[in-house]
């Protein structure tokens, strides 16, 4: 299947910084990338649709100034969580469909705010 | 919108064993049903899809099947494995870049 490549895979910050994570497809170009969200134990929560080339679409309740999503290429979309807290601590997925029209999800980033 | 409804939360099986998942979804229009599991710690792994133009997909011990009319799909697991174990998730579209709409999810342990 298609890869998709995310980075960092865990990573833990101080309140009140900010930590960009990085989604890439990497044998395929993806016009739409997708954010997910993911509490231990339950389902995976859509944040916002990532088009490239122009703005996201945020799923109702999701801040848009706080996580700040950019699809700068059809390869490369970013989510910077902006001023992170402690309530911001989860595990962050992102996926890309693929040109056979099928969804495939990075291996997820595992954020602690300290 | 739709609404993606899988159950049990949790299922146990002896290997060796057969394991089958139901979802039920509500959006007529959705015509694409993809199957994911996750591992602890890890992002969903794509492992079987069918579009709704046919009833039944296998892929070696997995195989999906589709009652469009019933609105449900059923992920089965042949010849389980304690590898098997596992996050599993059913999830339903209606196309290409639309949302998916994922299930809850069920924890499905196989016994050695």
């Known amino acids: 299947g298609a890869v998709v490549s995310q980075h960092p895979s865990r990573v833990i910050c101080k309140s009140g910084t900010s930590v960009k994570i990085e989604c890439r497809s990497l044998d395929f170009q993806a016009t739409t990338m997708f954010w997910y969200r993911q509490f231990p134990k339950q389902s995976l929560m859509l944040m916002a649709t990532s088009n490239e080339g122009s703005k996201a679409t945020y799923e109702q309740g999701v801040e848009k100034d706080k996580f700040l999503i950019n699809h700068a290429s059809l390869t490369l979309s970013t989510l910077t969580v902006t001023s992170a807290h402690p309530e911001d601590s989860s595990f962050y997925i992102c996926?890309?469909?693929?040109?056979?029209?099928?969804?495939?999800f990075g291996s997820g980033t595992q954020l602690s705010v300290l | 919108g739709e609404n993606v409804e899988q159950h049990p939360s949790t299922l146990s099986v002896q290997e060796g064993d057969s394991a089958v998942i139901k979802c039920t979804y509500s959006d007529s229009a959705s015509n694409y049903f993809p199957w994911y599991k996750q591992e602890l710690g890890k992002g969903p792994q794509l492992i079987i899809d069918i579009r709704s133009n046919v009833g039944e997909k296998k892929d070696q011990r997995i195989a999906v099947t589709l009652n469009k009319t019933a609105k449900h799909f059923s992920l089965h697991i042949t010849e389980t494995q304690p590898e098997d174990s596992a996050v599993y998730f059913c999830?339903?579209?209606?196309?290409?870049?639309?949302?998916?709409?994922f299930g809850k999810g069920i924890t499905l342990s196989v016994r050695p």
């Open positions: 996926s890309a469909t693929s040109r056979a029209e099928k969804l495939f």
């Open positions: 999830a339903a579209s209606t196309g290409a870049n639309s949302k998916l709409t």
